[in-house]
């Protein structure tokens, strides 16, 4: 797939996404609100609770930071994450055409992927500068250039990841009716287990020594651990290394669905 | 009167029939949604889980009695989604489509027809795993009034019911603004205030979840009244809430029906 | 444009078969929550050995009734859908392993599924297909001149392709799949739910395309006017199985059994002159001054005459049967067994011509 085509499909989809309506602007300062809101009351209980300054190796202020960034990284990492396009792709017979252009149909919606993530982009730079004026930031939270590099490092290659998965979830789709539960079962998982609910820092040691093994927690606990400086270029790289497996695998676990997925496929209405 | 009613359950017992062969159609479908709501609710135990490792009280509430009220919420959410949740998805769909026409015409209430007409049998097996779930979280506490029990069931099966009205609230104005995206949206991200107990937010935000938005009366109130003890006035405040929702809804519903009827041709 | 007619087959079939496997529910409550445990599967042929060849600039009609086969045979030599059995060849490749070689050079247009995206204007999504195909610019923008003028959709290329009416967006879809000059075209029910005038401006633009790039086509269509129109060779499909390959011409030598006698009177027939003719042929329409009788066809002469011995004849022309309806009786459940036979072995008679 050319360059040429690449930035027309990316770019085509972006001015898609940009065109939708006030409300989905509303919505999403609304749904950032809401989320912090839900986060911030229950660690103000559980500190008060507690009486104790620190835990989890956050202070309130730091564990308040670390919602807002993870936040804001998982509207990156994870995109549209409640899109099933590929699996509609599936069942409305759309993927014939793309069976017979002469172009690769995951570089198509790789461009497409990247397109739509222009509005969380937009919604990340704004809501994370104001965090960043009117939070207050803790010493033990170090946000330099060299942090936000090596976090934005791994956003992107989170981002490939959760990218792929879409190909084995929504491959299913081949074969049965409805992926959305798949969908949602893989969301709430990433959800617990990447560090959006909770930071992992308070799951058991063990937990967390197993987690660091599967690609979760590198969707959004190590990225905003890295954005905080938390991170050493070290640790980094090997975050790096096991993304890239876990990209490779991924990647071949969903060519394989996809091969056979195609043996089945009708185009629907044969 | 009762001849009205026994109308309504015999027509729902051919909703529930007609759902069931449905469901069994697409088999995938119904084991996947079994293993979600599993995973569903491993992620709700376990996030309670391991925040009481680090505190032993949320909102003055023990770990036995958070199990309790995090149950709680699964059984509502089961509730809601084997009884509502696929009649209310498709009802935006129906409403843009012009297909409402169809169900204005029988001789039954519109609101009912269309907020239950579609079973979700695949959900049913979820239903008895939440249901076991609860049994577990009070044998688990143990110690609590039989009475109070039965009430918190009761109190819960009204929160299912205020959780269908809030949902339906946002839905309606499909009516008149022809998207649903940014409000269906809302609503969920709403709900996810009523999945923390609602003594944790501060004064003027819990009041508005125990009035105008009462969403704190889908598990968290009930679960305060089952800890706290039953008093006249916690269920004369259920009773005015869910009364006071539902009539707004039922207006709200007619009005936008007005609309439709005077918009289509 | 490309040179003269080649003897090389642009597309090889071969012994083509494919079976899907349906799932089977026994009715009821119980049979459905049986079903969730084990389920009864049955085998269904929707293609039976298969075998056929098109040449370079060959319009060949692909005919039957609904389920005979048809779409599954274009999807898959269009490489959407695996054969079970057989083999392929489009231009020396086999179209389910979808080279890109293969692709660059074929398109598939389906008359009741839009290929052009939606949310687009058809401009837009043309300069996406031109960096998908990589159309050198000058070509592409000589190619979309020449097919929208003779398509005459100037005026709806910047309209959002979902706004257009169902005849403009075919005419889209004609235009964006034959952008980049295919050499192998499908054509799955091109007309489908068109008016009069948009099938015929479709059908001469195919011609139009068919004279200058010469390429081989497969057309499926439920209107006959379609075949007859654009295709000489036709291939009749029955429950899965190829029945007939020929000459259309063929066909109505063959099988036809009956003629047309078209009537035109002087004054408005009487109701007994009427009834005279319902007793020598099958009487299809009449109006005040005309009648069309379905004749057998030996007999076309003792009628004709007939005719103009009994009423005041201004002018009589004999007509072929339509292919329509011929094709329709060779469908027919009653005729089956023998006409199979008999079709089967006329066809591999005739062959390929």
Known sequence: ?270 | ?265 | MSGKRGEEAMIEVEGLSKSFWVHQKAPGLMGSIRSLVRREKIEKRALQSISFRVQEGEVVGLVGANGAGKTTLVKILAGIVHPSDGDARVLGYRPWQRDDRLRRRMALIMGQKAQLWWDLPAADGFLLLREIYQVPKERFEESLERLVALLGVEDQLQVQVRRLSLGERMKMELIAALLHSPKVVYLDEPTIGLDLGAQRAIREFILAYQQTDRPAMLVTSHYMEDIERLCERILILRQGRLVYDGSRRQVTERFARYKLIKVLLRKPAEADDLAYVDTIGRRLAHSEDQIQLEVERNQVASVASALMARLSVVDLAIEEEPLGHIVERLQRAQQEEENEQMLFDVGMQSGIS
């Open chain 1, 1 to 270: 797939m050319r360059a040429g085509l690449f930035t027309r499909v990316v770019s085509l989809e972006a001015r898609k996404q940009m065109s939708y309506r006030v409300d989905f602007w509303i919505n999403a300062v609304m749904g950032f609100v809401a989320e912090l809101t839900i986060a911030y009351f229950l660690w103000a209980a559980i500190f008060q609770a507690r009486g104790a300054d620190r835990i989890g190796g956050f202070t309130f202020e730091g564990m308040a930071l670390y919602y807002v960034a993870a936040i804001l990284l998982a509207k990156l990492v994870r995109g549209q994450s409640k899109d099933l396009t590929i699996a509609r792709d599936i069942y409305e017979g759309s993927l014939t055409r793309y069976l017979i252009y002469p172009c690769s149909y995951v570089l198509f919606k790789y461009a497409e992927h990247l397109g739509s993530l222009v509005p969380a982009l937009l919604q990340t730079l704004v809501f994370g500068v104001m965090a960043l004026f009117w939070m207050q930031i803790p010493g033990d939270v170090q946000i330099d250039s060299l942090s936000v590099a090596m976090a934005l490092t791994l956003v992107v290659v989170a981002n490939m990841l959760a990218f792929l998965l879409r190909f084995p979830i929504q491959g299913v789709a081949f074969w049965a009716d409805n992926v959305w539960s798949l969908n949602v079962m893989l969301r709430l998982a990433t959800e617990l287990l990447g560090g959006l609910l909770l930071p992992l820092s308070l799951f058991p040691p063990a937990a967390q020594a197993f987690l660091a093994w599967l690609p979760f927690p590198y969707f959004f606990y190590v990225p905003v651990q890295t954005l905080f400086g938390r991170v050493s270029v070290g640790e980094w790289l090997a975050a790096l290394g096991v993304m890239s497996v876990w990209c490779v695998v991924i990647g071949a676990i969903g060519a394989m669905v996809w091969r056979r997925g195609h043996r089945v496929y009708t185009g629907v209405g044969i």
């Open chain 2, 1 to 265: 009167m009762t001849r009205g009613v026994m109308r309504y359950i015999r027509l729902y017992g051919s909703f529930l029939r007609f759902s069931f062969s449905k469901a069994m159609e697409f088999r995938l479908d119904f084991y996947f949604r079994v293993v979600m709501d599993m995973v569903f609710y491993a992620v709700h135990l376990l996030f309670f889980t391991i925040i009481y490792d680090h505190t032993s009280m949320l909102g003055g509430w023990t770990l036995d009695q958070i199990y309790v009220f995090v149950c709680g919420a699964m059984l509502v959410d089961a509730l809601h989604m084997t009884i509502f949740a696929n009649n209310l998805w498709w009802l935006p769909i129906y409403i843009n489509r012009g297909d409402l026409d169809y169900y204005l015409v029988r001789p039954v209430s519109s609101l009912f027809f269309l907020s239950v007409r579609e079973f979700a049998a695949n959900s049913f097996l979820n239903l008895i795993a939440a249901s076991a779930l609860v049994v577990w979280a009070l044998g688990r506490h143990g110690g609590l009034d039989p009475v109070g029990i039965l009430v918190y069931l009761l109190f819960l099966v009204a929160g299912t019911f205020i959780h269908y009205l809030v949902r339906i609230t946002f839905i309606i104005p499909v009516f008149w603004l022809h998207s649903n995206r940014g409000l269906d949206e809302m609503a969920w991200t709403l709900h996810r205030l009523s999945e923390r107990p609602h003594q944790i937010y501060p004064g003027p935000l819990r009041w508005i979840l125990l009035s105008v938005l009462p969403l704190a009366f889908t598990v968290s109130y009930p679960a305060h009244v089952l800890f706290g003890g039953l008093t006249w006035q916690a269920v004369a405040h259920l009773l005015t809430v869910v009364a006071g929702l539902f009539l707004f809804v039922v207006w709200f519903w007619n009005l936008a029906l007005k609309a439709y009827s005077s918009a289509s041709s």
